[in-house]
């Protein structure tokens, strides 16, 4: 009786759901917040089929597929599903899932989780399975209806439509396509061109683009590239709405009206047939902003000399376009002004720009004069055609020419290399300005003359010219000079080159030719110690225990030094094989480790998170990093505890770190920490007995490097220190088979 009493209160909250206009998300949504509310479940979710994603594969997919409810009421970590593992260490101890059917059709399902075991009973999921039925159809029949209300809007507007629309459908081709379109994209029933050939946007995009934002786009049209807004909406899950809005001369026009309300020095007007303003834009002289001027209805007459306007109306009629130079009355100012009047199809097209322009470049005129004569450098003025008008004293005296026999010469006969002149010619032509660009110039004499010009474009009212700056460089011979020295350096740096690569052959071959002696020396110490040749006295063992303790020592240089000539040499590869960062803590090395800090008074901690994977890395050399680590560690840390945590730092990479409370590294020693034979000297860093071979990091970073991983450290001074490294989950093939580089 209680379970169809909740079952009752279950269907009566969602009829509300099912009688609405709620969209697909708010049913969703009151849906799972009635099953949380009536059955006391801790997390609902009902998810479609197209948006579980990936998802699909996993347990969402075994029950789409299965089309039957999955239970786990007890969810452990050896639940049959990843994804039901990870639900158990989010704290959740039951799990159903049930699939969302409509007519036959798998459209969804409904995923329930309960912190508590045993949480999900038949008679439950029974009574979820009708009300999941229930909103499957409500969010079915939504779909459908707006599936078609888009449809319906698309057929109302697109064939009437003065824009291009067209309907795209999931292979990318274009299915359908108003009178708009076909004509703007030569799309006809015979041709069904793709998508992207035309608006450069595939399906994909377009079904992920959100209706009421548009993107803007350049399509060719006709061979000219216009501007257009482009609008996409979903009609089903295999086609798409498209909507083309040209924005190429609203833009054009915006352009223009931001430019010339940017320069403060130009004011458009339009005027009807009848020379009346209808509207302006734009700033000149004190008319900061024209726009708010009020000056609609009147008459261009009313703002200029009758004289001028007399004028002006006679060049119109005779010519349909006229420039003048007048004076402009607005709002109490006066202007000097040249107008400019077009015939348009509103009326006229009036155009003023300040007069003072005129006058600006008389100033700026006689300015340049000035600069060209006092300056040290080349300087040329050249007209539009090339020839040169003007030159100053350095000209003459580092060219060799009279400014006579310069003037009225073509500036490309003085330039060894004419493509260079021509080319910056052009590029200050467009724009831009050029400085710095490398020349020959031909003295009079033949001889070469070499430096760099800067170019710019000057305007005089009338027509454009340029000034020509040359920077005569000392000698071509300074520049040959710096190459020979170059090569010799270079000569030299392969020779220390040569020389490092034979020490450090050198050495390798040395260390392991000591070896061989030394194990004889510490085998035969440690048979005479046991007392194989007779029984030692007491002097005699302690004799016996300096040899065994000195040729360890010995044997821990020559390793080092061997390790570190090999890595210099390029003769390490790596043994690559899966490790569990985990086990490691179990290796005979480590554990003596561990050992040693405890006889020390120190704690020692191997943590690992539990999300941390097995990597691949030659362990050997691995181990032999965190000996090196720990063991440095152990060496500085009189108290305090000893930690290595090993997490995971990316999708592809962990970190692994090695953490002490001891005296920390110095300043000065932190610059030269990883450098071979270096030994931190400072703050009572090294032993007395003076042991190790300031080996121990560079090899540690070596090796890391090898593994393609980077090693870093933090160190506070009295405080301790901290080594991190990371390291790659997997090498790639190429890594497995490479040496040091």
């Not at 006092?374 to 003025?381: A, E, H, R």
């Amino acid at each position: 009786m209680a379970e169809n009493i909740v079952l009752e209160k279950f269907m009566y909250d969602l009829l509300p759901l099912a009688m609405s206009q709620y969209g697909e998300k708010e049913t969703v949504e009151g849906f799972a917040k009635s099953v949380k509310e009536v059955f006391g479940i801790d997390a609902a979710n009902l998810k479609k089929t197209e948006a579980l994603g990936e998802e699909n594969g996993g347990i969402y997919g075994y029950v789409a597929n299965t089309k039957k409810v999955y239970i786990d009421n007890q969810l452990s970590e050896y639940s049959e599903f990843p994804q039901l593992i990870n639900y158990r260490n989010l704290g959740y101890s039951s799990c159903a899932i049930l699939p969302l059917m409509v007519g036959g059709r798998i459209i969804g399902v409904l995923e329930l989780l309960s912190k508590m075991e045993n949480r999900f009973s038949k008679e439950m999921l029974n009574s979820l399975s009708i009300g999941a039925a229930f909103i499957g159809l409500t969010i079915s029949y939504a779909s459908e209806a707006m599936r078609s209300r888009n449809l319906a809007a698309y057929f109302d507007s697109a064939f009437g439509n003065a824009t291009p629309n067209m309907l795209i459908s999931q292979s990318g081709k274009v299915i359908k396509a108003n009178k708009k379109a076909m004509a703007l994209f030569r799309i006809s029933q015979s041709n069904s061109p793709e998508a992207k050939q035309i608006i450069g946007i595939d399906f994909k995009e377009l079904r992920g683009m959100q209706p009421d934002v548009p993107v803007k786009k350049l399509i060719k049209v006709s061979g000219e590239l216009r501007s257009f807004e482009i609008h996409a909406s979903s009609i089903n899950s295999s086609t798409v709405y498209v909507s083309l809005v040209d924005t190429s001369d609203r833009e054009l026009i915006e352009g223009v009206s931001d430019g010339i309300n940017n320069t403060g020095k130009i004011v458009a007007l339009s005027l009807d047939g009848e020379f009346r303003v209808i509207g302006g834009f734009g700033r000149l002289g004190k008319w900061d902003n024209i726009e708010s001027l009020d000056i609609r209805n009147f008459k261009l007459g009313d703002l200029m000399p009758t004289s001028d306007y007399s004028a002006l109306q006679s060049a119109l009629k005779s010519r349909g376009k006229v420039l003048v130079s007048t004076e402009v009355s607005i709002g109490g100012y006066k202007e000097k002004v040249y107008m400019s009047l077009s015939k348009t199809a509103f009326g006229y097209l009036c155009l003023m720009l300040s007069a003072e322009l005129e006058e600006s470049v008389k100033m700026l005129s006689s300015n340049l004069k000035d600069f060209i004569d006092v300056t040290s450098d080349i300087t040329l003025i050249v007209d539009q055609n090339g020839t040169i008008t003007d030159a100053n004293l350095p000209a003459e005296q580092l060219l060799g020419y009279k400014k006579e026999q310069l003037l009225g010469k073509d500036i490309r006969t003085i330039y060894s290399e004419e493509d260079t002149l021509d080319r910056d010619i052009a590029y200050v032509k467009s724009g831009g300005k050029v400085d710095g660009s490398y020349v020959e110039l031909k003295k009079s004499n033949s001889e070469m003359l070499p430096g760099t010009h800067s170019l710019r474009l000057f305007f005089d009212g009338e027509s454009y010219f340029y000034a020509i700056m040359i920077k005569e460089l000392q000698t071509k011979r300074t520049i040959n000079d710096m190459e020979m020295l170059n090569r010799k350096l270079e000569g030299q740096a392969k020779n220390f080159r040569m020389a490092s690569e034979l020490k450090s052959q050198f050495i390798y071959n040395i260390s392991h030719e000591l070896k061989t002696p030394l194990t004889n020396i510490k085998g035969f110490a440690k048979l005479l110690h046991e007392g194989e040749f007779g029984q030692l006295n007491a002097d005699q063992k302690e004799y016996m225990d300096t040899i065994l303790d000195e040729s360890d020592r010995l044997m821990l240089i020559i390793t080092q030094v061997l390790d570190a000539a090999k890595l210099e040499a390029n003769k390490v590869k790596l043994d690559l094989k899966e490790v569990n960062l985990s086990e490691l803590a179990n290796n005979p090395s480590i554990k003596a480790l561990e050992e040693n800090a405890k006889n020390k008074g120190l704690a020692f901690a191997w943590n690992v998170d539990y999300d941390v994977p097995a990597i691949t890395a030659d362990p050997n050399r691995l181990i032999q990093v965190f000996v090196n680590l720990i063991g440095n560690s152990l060496k500085f840390t009189e108290s305090g505890k000893i930690t290595v945590h090993i997490s995971k730092f990316s999708k592809r990479s962990v970190m692994c770190e090695v953490i002490d409370t001891g005296i920390g590294i110095s300043d000065d020693d932190k610059k030269k920490i990883f450098k071979k034979f270096y030994q931190a000297s400072k703050k009572g860093l090294v032993k007395p007995d003076g042991t190790g071979t300031g080996l121990g990091l560079a090899i540690t970073k070596e090796i890391v490097d090898l593994h393609r991983g980077r090693i870093k450290f933090d160190s506070t001074l009295g405080k301790g220190s901290r080594f991190y490294f990371t390291m790659p989950i997997s090498q790639s093939s190429t890594a497995r088979q490479r040496r040091r580089e």
